[in-house]
């Protein structure tokens, strides 16, 4: 089915592990995007991407890497994981900037460090 | 700072009572606003965007309203399958593709 989709949708690590969180899209949008959201901030930009090879940070990037190697592919890994990214975790995706096209956001991944 | 504030918080309604929900924002030079709705356990849907003061859009029982301070998002006659939270959204000034959202108003309708 086309869409965009997330994996794991559940993940509980510890701290101090390494994690990566997946997200793949059918469409062929240029841009992704990794947002976090969280009870009383609503959802933050981590990193985005317009294209492949080009990444760049966005609201709250530090503790994070991501990569973008192919068009439909944007990993998101956290280097080393702290309690204070537990969390949602969407994916979304777009066919052109933010301002003429809207977002199309995965189901999430929700993440728990311990 | 751009910043985008919702209200209320929560909303509870009986079915068929029209409300406004409320998104105020400071950004310079708005690029946009965008509407979404939240189901509990999936991500954000896509309802509308408005670009300039005095812009409408309607979907089925919703209605958005733009000024040049604040949206609204009207809800005419809500149903119970209405209940989500919805989010609004603007570009942030310091770049076309950072939308900066609002904590959201979570609705419920009740038969």
């Known amino acids: 089915d086309a869409g965009i989709t997330q994996s794991p949708r559940y993940k509980i690590t510890e701290t101090g592990r390494q994690v990566t969180l997946m997200c793949h899209q059918t469409w062929s949008h240029s841009y992704m995007f990794w947002y976090r959201q969280d009870l009383g901030h609503g959802l933050r930009l981590i990193y985005y991407s317009a294209a492949a090879d080009i990444t760049d940070k966005g609201e709250v990037p530090d503790g994070y890497v991501v990569s973008r190697s192919k068009t439909e592919n944007f990993p998101l890994t956290l280097e080393s994981a702290t309690r204070s990214q537990t969390s949602v975790y969407f994916c979304a995706s777009s066919s052109g900037t933010t301002t003429n096209s809207p977002l199309h956001f995965g189901n999430g991944t929700r993440l728990t460090v311990t | 700072e751009d910043q985008v504030t919702q209200s209320p918080e929560a909303l509870r309604l009986q079915e068929g009572e029209s409300s406004s929900l409320n998104c105020s924002y400071t950004?310079?030079?708005?690029?946009?606003l965008f509407w979404y709705r939240q189901d509990p356990g999936k991500g954000p849907e896509f309802l509308f965007t408005?670009?300039?003061a005095g812009e409408e859009k309607e979907k089925e029982r919703l209605k958005a309203t733009l000024t040049k301070k604040e949206s609204f998002l009207h809800i005419t006659a809500p149903k119970p399958e209405d209940s989500a939270t919805y989010l609004c959204a603007v570009p942030s000034s310091g770049g076309y593709n950072k939308l900066i959202f609002g904590a959201g108003t979570r609705l419920a309708v009740h038969p």
């Open positions: 408005l670009y300039s």
């Open positions: 950004v310079s030079g708005l690029r946009g």
